[in-house]
T-cell receptor
């Protein structure tokens, strides 16, 4: 069964460093997302991406964040200068279509720890 | 603003039935989804309601009342493996399938 994959599973970094989180969405999906979940809290929307551009972003997704689809399969989230409060689980998700298509498929997540 | 409310914790015994309620207040609404998340795992899709009424999928059912901005997830014949967090999530209209999650309900199933 096709699935969303993410690497690495765990990333530890020093405050101020740049990190890149990688995702491979399901191959025929067209809409891609990043969410984050601080430990013990709810899942929060960061950004949606369609047709090689950001379609929507939340207030969390400030200038420190960027996303890219460098090739036909990878979807990356970059945090330029990490802060302690960026420590969270980051989930990538993808879905086949837009509109009212309802099922998003989540990857296993990358646990980011900022020291 | 967008807000969803659901109970923080529910406890039940194996074989029982439990209902997890969710009320929402959002601008733009396509439908209400439910996701399950085991500790350390990814959210996995359980169900979706776009129209009023009950949707049944095996042991799980989900209900929506758009006029009341209310929905629930019903879990029947509870099993130990159902112990997890359950999130309601509003699928917002606008074309890009943005999901807004509630804070989650932690379900503990005991023998």
């Amino acid at each position: 069964e096709p699935e969303v994959t993410q690497t690495p599973s765990h990333q530890v970094t020093q405050m101020g460093q740049e990190v890149i989180l990688r995702c491979v969405p399901i191959s025929n999906h067209l809409y891609f997302y990043w969410y984050r979940q601080i430990l013990g809290q709810k899942v929060e929307f960061l950004v949606s991406f369609y047709n090689n551009e950001i379609s929507e972003k939340s207030e969390i997704f400030d200038d420190q964040f960027s996303v890219e689809r460098p090739d036909g399969s990878n979807f990356t989230l970059k945090i330029r200068s990490t802060k302690l409060e960026d420590s969270a689980m980051y989930f990538c998700a993808s879905t086949l279509a837009g509109g009212s298509y309802n099922e998003q498929f989540f990857g296993p997540g990358t646990r980011l720890t900022v020291l | 603003g967008q807000s969803l409310e659901q109970p923080s914790e529910v406890t039940a015994v194996e074989g029982a039935i439990v209902q997890i309620n969710c009320t929402y207040q959002t601008s733009g609404f396509y439908g209400l989804s439910w996701y399950q998340q085991h500790d350390g795992g990814a959210p996995t899709f359980l169900s979706y309601n776009a129209l009023d009424g009950l949707e049944e999928t095996g042991r799980f059912s989900s209900f929506l009342s758009r006029s009341d901005s209310y929905g629930y997830l019903l879990l029947q014949e509870l099993q130990m493996k159902d112990s997890a967090s359950y999130f309601c999530a509003v699928l917002l209209s606008g074309g890009y399938n943005k999901l807004i999650f509630g804070a989650g309900t932690r379900l503990a199933v005991h023998p």
